[in-house]
DNA sequence: CCCCAATGTAATATATATATTGCATAATGT
DNA sequence: ACATTATGCAATATATATATTACATTGGGG
């Protein structure tokens, strides 16, 4: 199940998926597969990922 | 940094930290080092130990 | 002071998150 | 048609989350 609330997120920030990588510190591929929904992320990713996107865990990564 | 907020989810549901783990599918081990703060855990686990217990994303792991 | 239940902690093994490299594809502009 | 930019995707390598087993420690009840 693909993560459609990043991919928007980080579109809303203009950013492009090696840009949200650099912000967090790993490679394009993990944000890649992470919003394809094939990756189980570690927490501090997550927590990352959302204060690179002025988001929470419940807004992203939460499912509804 | 201990996460005091999953322990007292915890215990507020009078469940033993081998209560958790069972209701999650892991060891006991894995629980207490996610208390104690010592472990980086994945997005599932973590969204398995919210719905055992009753609670959010940011409820537990967010940082305050 | 003992038990016993709950938790801490450590060593080693396994599964998997992530890195690295490389190439393919789609879209966009010139 | 060509070049460029963003993304998808695959193979292999490395770091680490988690399992397994075992023993130590703490705290409450008899």
Redesign the pocket.
């Known amino acids: 199940m693909k993560n459609k609330r990043l991919r928007m997120a980080r579109?809303e920030r203009n950013m492009?998926?090696?840009d949200l990588?650099n912000a967090v510190?790993?490679?394009?591929?993990?944000i890649?597969?992470?919003?394809?929904g094939d990756?189980?992320?570690?927490l501090?990713?997550c927590i990352s990922i959302c204060k690179a996107l002025g988001k929470s865990l419940d807004d992203l990564f939460w499912e509804g």
């Open positions: 579109l492009k998926q090696a990588a510190g790993v490679t394009r591929q993990t890649g597969l992470i919003e394809a990756y189980n992320p570690t501090k990713l």
